[in-house]
């Protein structure tokens, strides 16, 4: 599903805003926001899955304007996994992934149901801790739940902010392994992340963003070491092996950070 | 491990909630029955079925059917009301500490009473019965109770209106309500003579003793919709566990889900306060044990609830009506009496636990 942002404005009742922000994003393509903290990305994943109303423009999805769907419809087509959110009861990771299928549950679940669930959770290797409660999992543990149960929405538009924030390096490669399938398979998946040489690895397309607005827009050829050090003011090598990009930060000599206390 | 393998042991899992389930059940039929049997009169099971299919002396399906079934009916319509908006609340508000007790409608409630008895002059007549004090006008003091709890309820959803909804304005909001009322009430009580002193005293105390067919009929009509509204709404619940942002993104219009689940949890505790009296504690512990059981999955914990709930009310009724026999403790000290400890010991667990 391709996904048009014509115009985007949105802002908190206080200063931040997210600036006529315009961008279009192909079907299975596999997107990275990344910009420094606080520049907005959370805030236009969720704008994009109406957590938030943006007060100007349009969000189509295959050229249809969402703003007209139920929410219950909404859901149907896009998972959101937020950047921290957790259960305030314990609930298991079996009941915790099975939520996912909320959109199509009316009364009770179906066989079907439990079966797309169990399948998400052995395919975020899952299985041997499906009855434990995720408030005594791993943060990492619970990353992969949480994306379990994006995935259980079957959604053909996949939002995840920083998914690998919290995992170690073997997940982080499987969960970004597992996205690229996804979008290889059509499902347009866009992610927050801050991680660059992770983002580059695996994504094709990048969205730069800086306070509230879009800075660069493109794919590799737009992460460039000037691109960077304006985005971050961080000076950074980078350097290709095997055709692949590394990004390497410098020291930041000019901008030494007293530790005197 | 595979698909097929999760799948099933989900199924067991689940099972043992199923188990648990058809446990309360069975005990609350059994308590049911005892709450027939016990009594300052004595009367034998063979007797009470035989009332109970239409036969029997005079004098017993007088007891029975007039007096002992109808508390016992109560028993198990207001426990169960109260228990199920407690978990609702618990879980609306995302917060262990909602029940009708804490967002100050049984403050309220008392309030209304109070207002009833002094201001509106409804409880001047002199007890005549040797242990209880007459209202002369019983139905003034209920309806004055439940209009004041919706004032509450009101003052709530005011504030949680212009603050969009936050579970934290809610309860904040809720306990500052609830501790003006009992302020109220008190300065109510300054100006009050004795009789109508002992009147309020006695409406605080939760009583399933003044339950009549009549009130029994009216809690009916109202406590089976909004039970039934809470275990189709235990989907939602769950998503509600899970973030308001995620419940959204799940589908979930979680303003509306707060704001209706606030409105219904607190006019079926409103209507169960308001013919009882303050029944403490029942709200707030009784989700609480029930998650000890079966965790978190509202799917199991509201319905539960509703059997858990109705079982410790009848329960603690039945003790309330025989521990010192002749004299009829009200239940809502016995609640207090048994919650407070049994909170307290929730908690202590919970934090071995973590
Ligand atoms: N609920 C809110 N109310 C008011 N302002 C907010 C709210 N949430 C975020 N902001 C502000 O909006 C700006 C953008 O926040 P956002 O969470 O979108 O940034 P981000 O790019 O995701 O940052 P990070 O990398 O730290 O996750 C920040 O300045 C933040 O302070
Ligand atoms: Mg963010």
Known sequence: ??????????????????KDINEHIETGEFTAFVGPNGSGKSTLLKCIDRILIPSKGEILFNDQNIKYY???KIAKIIAYVPQNEGNIYPVTVFDAVLIGRKPYVNWAPSKNDFDKTAEVIEKLDLGDISLNEINKLSGGQRQRVYIARALAQEPKVLLLDEPTANLDLRHQLEVLELLQVLSENGITI????HDLNMAIKFCSKFVMIN??????????????SGNIEQLYGVKVKIIKEDGEMIIIPLNNKHKKISLAI | MTTETTYLKYKAYVKRKTVFVIIITVLLLVFMITGLLFGSVKISLSDIISVLTGNGEKTYIQIIINIRLPRVLSAVLAGAALSVAGAAMQ???RNPLGSPFTLGISNAAAFGAAFAIIILGAGDTHSSVADSVILNNPYLVTVSAFAWSLVSTGIILFMAKYKSATPEVMILTGIVAGSLFAAGTTALQFFADDVELSSIVFWTFGDLGRASWRDFWFLLVVIIPSTIYFIKNRWNYNTLNTGDETAKSLGVNVEKVRTRGMIIASLSTAFAVSFFGIIAFVGLVVPHIVRRFIGGDERF????SVLFGAMFLLFSDTIARTIISPIVLPVG???????????IYLLLKGMKRR
Not at chain 1, 190 to 193: F, G, R, Y
Not at chain 2, 333 to 343: D, E, K, R, V, Y
């Open chain 1, 1 to 18: 599903m391709k996904i048009s942002i014509n115009n985007l404005n949105f802002s908190y009742n206080g200063s931040f805003a997210l």
């Open chain 1, 190 to 193: 866009i992610i927050a992340i």
């Open chain 2, 333 to 343: 000290i016995l609640t207090s009496f048994l919650g407070a400890p049994l909170f």
């Open chain 2, 301 to 304: 914990l509201i319905p539960a």
């Open chain 1, 70 to 72: 139920k929410r219950e």
């Open chain 2, 91 to 93: 879980s609306i508000l």
């Open chain 1, 211 to 224: 306070e509230g607005e879009i800075f660069a827009t493109g794919g590799k050829e737009i992460i460039t």
